[in-house]
């Protein structure tokens, strides 16, 4: 015998059974229904950028040793995207004079990182992106905010699930230029931050010591809270006063749940004002789960007119583990509505003549049963395949043209004409309260 | 200044702006809509996939020449995959004891080939794959024809703009033994009949005579149509019986195109039985489209118990020429349906709150400009982005709470509650028989 190749995914990638993938489809359709709500497009490109493209732009950490990189046989460097930005950019940077701005476009992409597998790092998952491009100014950054919040809010979580932190590039500056950090060292001091919640917090100080030495004291105080940092900086301090304002504003939008918090960062280096990171409150997860920003400066990389941009990524595995773990996650149920099952093989033209009229006029997704064992194997079948309703065709209900429906979840029977057989699976679904809606529409 | 990156894709594959992305949705849906019907499951898997999944299974050329396959940081060979069908059979056979046979899936996936791009060549492109397995037969065969021919009817085409061939790998085997064809040329000829109808028809001759030499004419007037065969192998011959049956099931299933065609191979050598391929009857277009067949080993190499398969792949870029030609690509629209036009800022938050109830209440896709600038700008803006309806919202709408839906393709106004926007829309939509159906649900 010959060796058999394995029958494990590349390692660090998922496989999405049937049952897997019912749940990706939920969130796909949770993130789509509400970004089309806010009139936003679809786009699409493939995951093969060339490798320049990221060169510039991402943080060095993911360019350098996080992205799947390699030479095609032409001698062209590819590159697998690692995110989503710089490909939006280029799209809209390439069609930047026939666009007619504001655009809001998302897309639903899958992206890859060359990282070590562990719970929760992937080297591919999904992400939803949502941008809108050639608006400046707080009320686009308030919709991408109220956007990214409704999403959480359509899946079923309520406002005391999550709670959003907002920060800007502004107000970075001013806190670094009060305390002398020099241009040298800024890089170093706002990497350190945004790792902050990651680390220990005595490694924490010690790190920004070595960066700020006594000035240390002071500034961790002044960043420690909102209110420490308007004490520090005054009423009037104008990035201050800008990310109050949309505070002020997310709250008149009904989102209520949104904080300043000085410290915030975000890795990515292309931001350029307001960033915002959305945490699960929940005290046994409390982490970042997915956030964006504003980012005005990225298009004119391209060699094009000033745009400016706002925008956020979503990934499906966060937000999986915030809906599971408040219950949020639909059960499975199979994709097929209803099962033929044939008593006897000499109706089986008949019977697939009834499943193609059932399907293209009442649009009910129907599986035939061909493989000819007892019925009542064949009802365990389609029960077993989480298929929610049978009916048994033989040579008396094709003469009479009356069906018996049968729901298996409770074992009650309806006999009806064949035009009544979709109304009948509708009301049976409805009477049986444990069992979920009978369309599959997600 | 530095370099600017390109503004261009990698080469040979795509960008999907909104209105291309329309598109994909459209077929997407058909394809979807039509497996869905029959009670297929959707699974899904990483596009990287093991190299060593390719190399005992596909043609020598795909793996050799055609893949897309580099090293890992950890010495893994990594192949982005060039076809789905040893992802699926690597899945089922992963959990073949837990599994209910027969089962059915489907899924819409990104493959990969290193190809020189050229027209209709892509590098990457999409493919809808529907598989059986568990089943053996004829009726499993039957269905997976009707339901690739479902997915172009129920697009709107008709039985005359398309053709099914089919053949089986045992016809042609029989073929092979009646002509003494030895085993050691059985590979070079299946290989050439495969590339037939690409070929020059007396280049093809020659290089059969090259292979069978005096028995070329005999053998090439044999193949040379169903009526030829049946003429030579007689009725009772069992691999065209089955065939013949096949027809005739088809033929009451209401597919009536399908038609024997000896000389049908298909590329890949898992193929153990049936094999069929679409073909465009378009004079200017007459070519071989999709197609699929029964895969009964494939399994069995990964060390499970054998297990029958049958099942087809369809391209999109197939899929779109097909319908395009015909002018059965719907025209684009705007997943927005209605713009909110501020004609004062200081309805900012009015106009917020009135989108948020549009959004959540009714399911209406609202876009709110934010720009402040002219309403007629607005409306022009709106109209520019095929947004179909906009609503004008000053002091007096929000006191009054009496809304103007203006239609732009026709200037219908109507004045309604904002309870009965919805309604509005939806009515003229309706009266305007020009403008497409308003809900986007594709």
């Not at 992409?109 to 790092?121: H, I, T």
């Not at 920060?167 to 806190?175: A, E, V």
């Not at 990310?243 to 949104?258: K, P, Q, W, Y």
Request: aromatic share 8%; proline share 4%; net charge negative.
């Amino acid at each position: 015998m010959t060796d058999t190749p394995s029958l494990d995914p590349y390692k660090g990638v998922r496989d999405f059974y049937p049952e897997d993938q019912f749940v990706q489809r939920y969130l796909y359709a949770v993130m789509r229904e509400s970004v089309e709500s806010f009139g936003y497009e679809e786009y699409d490109a493939s995951l093969l950028e060339p490798a320049e493209l990221y060169e510039a732009k991402s943080s060095e950490e993911i360019v350098n040793e996080q992205t799947y990189t390699f030479t095609d046989r032409g001698e062209r460097r590819v590159t697998l995207r690692p995110e989503m930005t710089p490909t939006v950019a280029r799209m809209v940077a390439k069609r930047r004079k026939e666009l007619a701005l504001p655009i809001r476009w998302f897309t639903i992409a899958n992206l890859f990182r060359y990282e070590r597998p562990q719970k929760g790092r992937l080297r591919e998952h999904v992400q939803l992106n949502a941008d809108m491009f050639g608006l400046s100014g707080r009320e686009a950054d308030a919709e991408i905010v109220e956007l990214a919040a409704s999403i959480l809010l359509n899946a079923g979580a309520t406002m005391d699930d999550f709670v959003i932190y907002i920060s800007s590039r502004g107000l970075l500056g001013d806190l670094f230029e009060l305390y002398g950090v020099d241009t040298a060292t800024r890089p170093a001091l706002t990497r350190l931050l945004d790792k902050k919640n990651k680390m220990d917090e005595n490694d924490f100080r010690d790190k920004t010591a070595e960066l700020l030495g006594e000035r240390t004291n002071d500034f961790l105080a002044t960043v420690s809270s909102a209110e420490a940092t308007i004490k520090m900086l005054g009423d009037d301090h104008q990035a201050l006063r800008e990310l109050t304002e949309l505070v002020s504003d997310l709250h008149a939008r009904g989102i209520d749940n949104v904080r300043i918090l000085p410290t915030l960062v975000r890795g990515f280096d292309y931001y350029t004002d307001m960033v915002f990171e959305v945490y699960d409150t929940d005290p046994e997860n409390n982490r970042s789960m997915f956030g964006g920003g504003r980012y005005d400066n990225l298009l004119a990389t391209f060699g094009t007119e000033p745009t400016p941009a706002v925008g956020f990524g979503m990934g499906d595995v966060t937000l999986y583990e915030f809906l599971a773990s408040r219950d949020l996650i639909p059960a499975y149920r199979s994709n097929a509505d209803l099962a033929l099952c044939r008593v006897d093989a000499a109706v089986a033209k008949d019977c697939n003549a009834l499943a193609n009229r059932l399907r293209t006029r009442h649009g009910i997704h129907v599986r035939v049963d061909l493989t000819d064992r007892k019925v009542g194997d064949q009802i365990t079948g389609a029960d077993k395949s989480g298929i929610p309703f049978v009916i048994c065709v033989g040579p008396n209900e094709i003469k009479s043209g009356q069906y018996t429906v049968k729901q298996l979840s409770t074992g009650t029977e309806k006999t009806v004409a064949e035009d009544e057989i979709l109304n009948a699976l509708e009301e049976l679904a409805v009477t049986d309260e444990e069992s979920p809606e009978w369309t599959s529409e997600v």
